[in-house]
């Protein structure tokens, strides 16, 4: 049977050397139960990366982008069920504007020197860092077992570890 991978988007909003994270801590069943992530979700039918974004930034914030910023896709394979292919972008919004409240987890401001201390995926790590570099554009494959450890990397299409 042929599986149908995910299409999602995830953003990090920048203001003040921080990003704004999602502690998801509000959703039953999330496979980022307790992790902090950045906003986005799933396309819609028909939806271009970009149409997502802006749609999801906007369903999860109450914010508007003023700018974003393509920076890679990242595969992400879980077991043998998940495969999703994260449009990963930059973003930014205008300088008094303020997160509301979000029915899928708290928005927090976290000092982008900090992120690595958060409950993150451990791929997140990888793709933090790329972001630190101001790499322009990068292709990420991470792959992880049922207990959530990271089993191989891939970077731009060689394998960084397994």
Not at 3 to 17: A, F, H, V
Not at 37 to 49: M, R
Not at 50 to 64: P, S
Not at 65 to 78: D, E, K, N, P, Q
Request: hydrophobic residues 35%; glycine residues 8%; proline residues 3%.
């Amino acid at each position: 049977m042929d599986r149908i991978p995910e299409l999602t988007t995830l953003c990090y909003i920048e203001r003040d050397g921080c990003y704004l994270m999602m502690h998801r801590v509000k959703k039953e069943n999330d496979i980022n139960k307790d992790k902090y992530i950045g906003v986005g979700g799933h396309f819609l039918y028909g939806e271009s990366p970009d149409e997502c974004l802006k749609r999801e930034a906007a369903e999860e914030t109450g914010l508007t982008l003023v700018s974003y910023r393509a920076r890679g896709i990242v595969t992400f394979c879980y077991g043998e069920d998940t495969v999703e292919y994260m449009h990963l972008y930059t973003a930014e919004i205008a300088p008094d504007a303020e997160p509301g409240e979000c029915d899928e987890g708290t928005l927090e401001w976290i000092d982008k020197d900090r992120v690595a201390e958060l409950p993150i995926w451990e791929g997140d790590k990888i793709f933090f860092r790329l972001l630190q570099e101001e790499r322009d554009w990068f292709s990420l494959k991470l792959v992880y077992d049922l207990t959530d450890e990271l089993t191989q990397v891939q970077l731009d299409g060689e394998i960084f570890f397994e």
